[in-house]
């Protein structure tokens, strides 16, 4: 079945860089598009950007431009999302989340990172 | 940029009724490419909808959406103790993807 099995919790401090990886199964990797959304404690879904796994490609938020940055490797089906300069307002978990089968709708997604920034 | 608002942000209802969420776009919507989400506390979000009105891989058929344009539904016929959870519309049709800012279906 699809399965897609982030890397777990985190604690940074401001400033640092945060790396989450999201690591795919159960499909052709490179077929399907992939996203990242975050979600900060008792908020709603925040989308952040979609990487291409065939090509490498990427699309950023503009809210996160610059400071964000998407990557994938197809020899383990495994894509990544670099988050740098963080601050306590990026104290979120962080989902990865396929494109559907039939559209372009999310699913399914991954378990969640939840990433702490402080100090 | 598209943005999506939910109503109402709290609906209260007894297992057995029927749930109607309210989805408005600020712009048409490419194509009806608007989902639903449903999350459960500790959960990744959950695809209900897609296309506006089909329904997902194993989701039962209580679950209904509708509309087209710039306004949207989501109907749940008969409420079961696990349907109350928070629900999230999205849009997908165009950069950037938005989500609406959720309506939790809570038990009266």
């Known amino acids: 079945q699809v399965q897609l099995v982030q890397s777990g919790a985190e604690v940074k401090k401001p400033g640092a860089s945060v790396k989450v990886s999201c690591k795919a199964s159960g499909y052709t990797f490179t077929s399907y598009y992939m996203h990242w959304v975050r979600q900060a404690p008792g908020q709603g879904l925040e989308w952040m950007g979609i990487?291409?796994?065939?090509?490498?490609?990427?699309s950023y938020a503009q809210k996160f431009q610059g400071r964000v940055t998407m990557t994938r490797d197809t020899s383990t089906s495994t894509v990544y999302m670099e988050l740098s300069s963080l601050r306590s307002e990026d104290t979120a978990v962080y989902y990865c989340?396929?494109?559907?089968?039939?559209?372009?709708?999310?699913?399914?997604w991954g378990q969640g990172t939840l990433v702490t920034v402080s100090s | 940029e598209i943005v999506l608002t939910q109503s109402p942000g709290t609906l209260s209802l007894s297992p057995g009724e029927r749930a109607t969420l309210s989805c408005r776009a600020s712009q048409s919507v490419s194509s009806s490419y608007l989902a639903w989400y449903q999350q459960k506390p500790g959960q990744a979000p959950r695809l209900l909808i897609y296309?506006?009105?089909s329904r997902a891989t194993g989701i039962p058929d209580r679950f209904s959406g509708s509309g087209s344009g710039t306004d949207f539904t989501l109907t749940i016929s008969r409420l079961e103790p696990e349907d109350f959870a928070v629900y999230y519309c999205?849009?997908?049709?165009?950069?950037?993807?938005?989500f609406g800012q959720g309506t939790k279906l809570e038990i009266k």
């Open positions: 296309g506006a009105s």
């Open positions: 990487i291409n796994p065939s090509g490498g490609s990427t």
């Open positions: 989340a396929r494109v559907n089968y039939y559209d372009q709708a999310f699913d399914p």
């Open positions: 999205q849009q997908y049709g165009s950069s950037p993807v938005a």
